[in-house]
């Protein structure tokens, strides 16, 4: 700048006329922005950085993403690049307005730009006319999680049971009091991070240099895959002996897993330090019924709406039960077993060895493998047939995908 020329200007004003003043001011102008570009940024704010958590079910028969239609919360736990639990946020379906989703929203002051973490999340079933909220009595933590100090790996879910007196525990995912305040029902679903997918994401850093354009936010974004662990499992005893007058509570139906079923790890896998476990029926009950003769399907799961052939055959009585359980594993050495209460020590009637095994064997027509098909699949049937002796001359197995019947298998004796 020429200082000398504006010193001139401002002891003699009035000389070189009122033009050179203004140019005097002029260039003073420009030099002062001149200056304030070459120290201080433009105006335009920086971009924010933030987190998105994504859920999604498409590990199923469908394979469509359902678990905003099922899911009703979803509790999400954060554990740093160590495994150090350090935050959690849940999100429940009743609270939310109806154009929310379960998306997560997490700003850079609670997940570092720059840092790495683990996701972990376990969602529960639509929780609408349900008792309390994430903390149901149907699952929850083995360990309690504390910020900072507890460890992925004492990220343990379990289903809640409670025993009986006669050493069989009542284990399932069951609701005290549903919407119209009745008896006992099964609670639609539970899901865990799918097995070996846990997410371990570094969050993006902010590349920002002063601008006077607007930068765009930096989004990091994660997709949790979720898989469903529990199962419906209906079972219906027919026998000729049975009729309107007979005890349901003569019999116990149960599911046997001596390795244990009833909680899962931070990968949604079945936790080895399970002790054997028996599951009795949630809902049980002696009630009419029309036997079905299944025949074996020769239709794949392209072929949604098939309907398989059935021979009505006269109404009788069967000693039906519904269970819900956890992950079903084709090693689990499980076992679906009709036992006589009557007597003591509650002596096995009937037994189908290595449950889950031939559940997956006997209905599994998929591309997937056996374990694939059974974590896809969570609806089964079961029926069991009695001859006038109590011997089982047949039983009959099924599933259902969105309400329809699409494999069944009958094995006779």
């Known amino acids: 700048m020429n200082f000398r020329f504006t010193k001139n200007l401002i002891q003699n004003p009035l000389k070189g006329g009122l033009s050179q003043l203004l140019l005097g001011l002029f260039v003073l102008c420009l030099s002062a922005c001149s200056m304030i ?5 433009e105006c335009a704010p920086p971009p924010k950085s933030y987190t998105q958590v994504n859920f999604v079910y498409d590990y199923n ?39 929310e989703d379960f998306t997560m929203f997490f700003p850079d002051t609670r997940l570092i730009p720059g840092n790495i973490y683990n996701f972990v999340a376990v969602a529960q079933g639509n929780t609408i ?7 149901y009595n149907w699952f929850k933590l083995v360990n309690p999680m504390i910020k900072g ?26 609701n005290y009091k549903d919407q119209y305040g009745q008896t006992q029902q099964m609670i639609d679903t539970l899901w865990t991070t799918k097995p070996d997918e846990v997410q371990q994401v570094k969050i993006a850093q902010v ?42 509570d003569d019999y116990h139906v149960v599911i046997h897993f001596p390795k244990g079923n009833g909680t899962v790890d931070f990968c949604g896998d ?17 009630a009419p019924y029309t036997p079905k003769r299944y025949v074996s399907s020769s239709s794949s799961y392209s072929s949604y709406g098939y309907q398989p052939s059935t021979r009505d055959e006269e109404q009788t009585y069967a000693l039906r039960s519904l269970f819900g359980v956890s992950r079903l ?78 494999r069944v298998n009958l094995i006779g004796f």
């Open 329 to 406: 594993m084709v090693n689990d050495e499980s076992s679906l077993q009709l036992r006589d209460a009557t007597k003591e020590g509650y002596p096995i009637i009937y037994e189908i060895p290595n449950f889950s095994a031939t559940l997956a064997a006997l209905l599994n027509e998929s591309e997937y493998g056996n374990q694939e098909f059974l974590d896809r699949e969570y609806d089964f049937e079961v029926e069991i047939g009695l001859d006038e002796s109590g011997q089982v001359n047949y039983y009959a197995v099924s599933i259902g995908v969105v309400d329809w019947q699409v």
């Open 61 to 99: 028969m469908l394979d469509k993403d359902l678990f905003y239609d099922h899911a009703g919360s979803v509790h999400l736990y954060i554990f740093d690049e160590n495994g150090i639990y350090i935050d959690d946020e849940e999100k429940h379906k009743e609270f939310m307005s109806p154009k």
């Open 37 to 41: 570009n070459e120290d201080l940024p």
């Open 207 to 248: 590349n920002y240099k002063p601008s006077a354009i607007q930068l765009p936010d930096t989004i990091t974004e994660v997709t949790i895959p979720m898989m469903r662990i529990t199962n419906s499992i209906k079972v219906n005893v027919i026998g000729g002996r049975f009729n309107a007058d007979t005890n349901p």
């Open 270 to 286: 079945l936790s080895q330090a399970t002790q054997e476990l028996y599951y009795q029926s949630l809902i049980k009950g002696m």
């Open 129 to 135: 006319g349900y008792d309390g909220s994430d903390e």
């Open 149 to 174: 100090v507890s460890r992925i790996e004492d990220y343990i879910l379990r289903l809640d049971r409670d025993s009986n007196n006669d050493g069989f525990a009542e284990v399932g995912i069951i």
